[in-house]
């Protein structure tokens, strides 16, 4: 049975989707009414569910429903980074959806033997990473308030004020909504055995707290996700990689702008916490900057071995165990 290769591009309101063999395109409805007109011309073409691969671009929301509906029907899709599509495409000219759907069905039989099919996310991971995203976007707009209560302070408003009184009442209230956005998080972990071992275990490793530990279950998808650490390392910008070519070319090594910036921000934080807590990490900085190493390069050394071991206690599934001894 040949590989159908369907390419599409996803909006808010619409998919269109175009067929790499045969050179179809079809736009459907980004709803259940649509998704069943799908179908439908799959049967126009005599396409073979099981054969289909649909290729999509990262889309977030967009994708959701889609997803789940390609899930029911057991047909195997794949998601890619925009910037890997936009990438592979060189030099072109023009732009629509129903092209933007035929160069990413191209794209996926052009790169088929590097593609891996997504699995279903389990139920409670997705509705983890959707209060997890809400917390964090409420988070971004407390700090942009403080920002701003801390700016007319600075010009002599006081508190007392109807300026700040507003901005002060909205803290108060979202600080309540995290709190129950954070108590939900908690008794979907609590419920789960190997979630909740899991969220024990990282958090046996001095620098992890609750927030990385809950972001990580998330976007290792309980350690299904990513086979080794460097992988890991190299989704949440933290991996080194080297640049160089003969002998002209040869610059420092230095990890990559390309990744999760979420989750080096949660790493860092972890690092310098590490730092602060850990004899062992504490030797280490002061070890390597005293001899004239880069603080930053140090600081992402110790964001690497915070990976390393989340990984290993999950393998071992026994809390991480600090050995170091302090020289006196």
């Known amino acids: 049975m040949e590989q159908q290769y369907i390419g599409a591009d996803l909006s808010k309101k619409s998919i269109d989707l175009a067929s790499y063999l045969s050179r179809d395109h079809v736009?459907?409805?980004?709803?259940a009414s649509g998704f069943r007109s799908l179908l439908q011309w799959f049967g126009q073409l005599h396409i073979d569910c099981k054969s289909v691969i649909v290729v999509m671009e990262h889309t977030?929301?967009?994708?959701?429903?889609?997803?789940?509906?390609?899930?029911?029907?057991?047909?195997?899709?794949?998601?890619?980074?925009?910037?890997?599509?936009?990438?592979s495409l060189g030099l072109i000219r023009g732009k629509n959806d129903a092209l933007d759907a035929a160069r990413i069905a191209s794209y996926g039989y052009e790169k088929r033997d590097q593609l891996k099919a997504e699995r279903r996310v389990a139920g409670n991971i997705e509705r983890l990473q959707l209060l997890q995203s809400t917390r964090e976007r409420i988070v971004r707009s407390m700090a942009g308030l403080k920002c701003a209560i801390k700016e007319y302070e600075n010009i002599g408003i006081k508190r007392t004020d109807s300026l700040l009184?507003?901005?002060?009442g909205i803290i108060a209230t979202a600080e309540k909504q995290i709190e129950k956005l954070e108590a939900e998080i908690e008794q979907i972990i609590s419920a789960d055995e190997a979630l909740h071992t899991t969220f024990l275990l990282l958090q046996s490793i001095k620098?992890?707290?609750k927030v990385l530990a809950t972001a990580t279950l998330i976007k290792t998808r309980n350690f299904t996700r990513f086979s080794t650490?460097?992988?890991?390392?190299?989704?949440?910008?933290?991996?080194?990689?080297?640049?160089?070519s003969g002998t002209s070319i040869k610059r420092r090594t230095r990890v990559s702008h390309l990744a999760d910036k979420k989750m080096k921000s949660l790493l860092d934080l972890s690092a310098k916490c590490a730092m602060r807590y850990d004899p062992e990490l504490k030797a280490y900085y002061q070890r390597r900057t005293e001899a004239g190493k880069?603080?930053?390069?140090?600081?992402?050394?110790i964001r690497n071995k915070i990976i390393y071991r989340m990984f290993a206690v999950i393998k071992r599934q026994s809390p991480f165990v600090?050995?170091?001894q302090c020289q006196f």
């Open 294 to 301: 880069p603080k930053m390069s140090t600081i992402n050394i």
């Open 165 to 168: 009184k507003t901005q002060l």
């Open 60 to 87: 977030g929301l967009y994708s959701h429903q889609f997803e789940a509906f390609l899930h029911q029907h057991e047909i195997t899709y794949v998601k890619v980074p925009g910037l890997a599509l936009k990438r």
């Open 27 to 31: 736009r459907i409805e980004n709803s």
């Open 229 to 244: 650490a460097r992988k890991f390392a190299c989704f949440c910008g933290t991996a080194p990689f080297e640049y160089e």
């Open 207 to 209: 620098g992890v707290g």
């Open 322 to 324: 600090q050995d170091y």
